[in-house]
């Protein structure tokens, strides 16, 4: 009973301490001030031509990256179709696999 | 073994609400996804998030309609070619920055003096290009893991 409630202390001071710090987070005043926030704010839109910031930065500044997301996007649906095709192998193959799957 | 009697038994067992509801809800989800992946440059969402949207609408089909009603919409070899043509559409779109002088993927439109809606140009291209792919991409997956042979 004793170390129930020693767990309900740490859960309590674990989340207070997470709410102090989104909290800090949340209000808007980070203290540094960083030169590429300033200029995304700043010129942002003007040199993507995106109104939202986040979107200038995905497709505009990092467009690159995104397409490299893209690539690992289009490898893993290759990949899950290769392994997820039906009928590749005998009967047999295929129960084993459904009994694999039932166990998890 | 067994989920999959169960399974073909819960197809069967389709009631009315379950059918009703998926038709009249399937058109308006596919249509929010097209507004979060048009609208992606100027408000919150974008293509991953507006394809995941447009996957859920063609997944609702799948499992409430079944896989044979809803494989006649979107079949599984127009979805792959889909998928596969929107990423080549994707550096397909990279190119026109080469040649607009300002690198690969960047947005020719800035250059031009518009309104703020076509000046997204390239932004909302990608967003759409990649919503497409998403889409088809997560589609894919679940109609390949619904189908029973």
Known sequence: ?104 | MDRTDTGRAGMNRKTTILDLISRKLAPFMLLFGLYVLTYGHASPGGGFQGGVVIASGVILLFVAQGVEAAERLFPFATLSRVETMAFLAFIGAGLAGIAAGIGFLGNPMVLVEVSAAPRAGMVLLLNLVIGIEVGSGVSLICLRLFREE
Not at chain 1, 1 to 7: D, E, F
Not at chain 1, 15 to 21: E, K, R, S, Y
Not at chain 1, 52 to 63: D, K, Q
């Open chain 1, 1 to 104: 009973m004793k170390s129930g409630r020693l767990t309900a202390a740490a859960e309590i001071l674990v989340l207070l301490l997470t709410a102090f710090f989104l909290y800090q987070g949340l209000r808007g005043d980070h203290g540094e001030e960083s030169e590429i926030r300033r200029h995304i704010i700043e010129n942002g839109s003007s040199e993507t031509g995106a109104l939202n910031l986040v979107t200038s930065i995905y497709l505009g500044y990092r467009a690159f990256d995104t397409l490299g997301e893209t690539m690992v996007l289009l490898l893993a649906v290759s990949g899950g179709l290769f392994l997820l095709k039906p009928g590749s192998s005998g009967n047999g193959h295929d129960e084993r696999g459904e009994d694999g799957y039932g166990q998890d």
